[in-house]
Structure formats: C-alpha cells, structure tokens
C-alpha cells in the first residue's frame, strides 16, 4: 500500500511562487507513475501534470504549461510540483496520486487511472 503525503502550499499573492512536494512513505515511489491534480470549490477534480516513474516523460495541462514544472526524486521518494506565476485560478486543493507501471515512458492524466491518493494540500492565490 503506497500513503501519500503532500506538503507545501500556502497563501501566496499572485505573480508568486510555490513548490509542492509529494512522499511516499512505508513504500518506495519507483515504478509508479505519478500526477498532480487540483480540485476547486464547486468544481470538479481536474488533472494538472503528470510524469513517468522514470521521469523521462512529462505532460501538463494546458492552463498551466510553461508555468509549472513537475519533478521527482526516485531515491527520496518525493514528486514536485514547482508553481510559477502563479494566478488566483489556480486557487485550489492539489493532490497526488500514484499508480503501479510497467511502461516507464507511460504518463497518466485522467484521475481513474490512479489508484493511490494524498489527502490534498491547500493552494490560495490572492489577486
């Protein structure tokens, strides 16, 4: 069973920067695709980024390419979400998510493809 825990968001002004960071614990992160995704109130969980677990392979979401950078450390067994320019749209509860692949090129980006979830980590950007 793989938990996830993420840390790392905040209250930031828009034009800012965040970095949200996503551990494994009890279980190593290798050999599992991750993804972030970003839920609004009243709305519905959206995908945000994702990445192989060999990290050769990336995809974003369109509202935030070339803003956000996701990332991962094999041997911490820690994925990131680097948040650049932040905008008061992107004010939401960001989760990670986790799921056993074979294909280490493979990259997931709908939220039924994952089988592991964090709790979620409160994102604010004020205007």
């Known amino acids: 069973q793989v938990q996830l825990v993420e840390s790392g968001g905040g209250l930031v002004q828009a034009g800012g920067s965040l970095r949200l960071s996503c551990a494994a614990s009890r279980r190593t992160l290798s050999s599992y695709a991750m993804g972030w995704f970003r839920q609004a109130p009243g709305k519905e969980r959206e995908f945000v980024a994702a990445?192989?677990?060999?990290?050769?392979?990336?995809y974003y979401a369109d509202s935030v390419k070339g803003r956000f950078t996701i990332s991962r450390d094999n041997a911490e067994n820690t994925v990131y979400l680097q948040m650049n320019s932040l905008k008061p749209e992107d004010t939401a509860v960001y989760y990670c998510?986790?799921?056993?692949?074979?294909?280490?090129?493979?990259?997931?980006?709908?939220?039924?493809?994952?089988?592991?979830w964090g709790q979620g980590t409160q994102v604010t950007v004020s205007s």
């Open positions: 998510a986790a799921t056993y692949m074979a294909d280490n090129r493979l990259v997931l980006t709908t939220s039924n493809q994952y089988s592991h």
């Open positions: 990445i192989s677990w060999s990290g050769g392979s990336t």
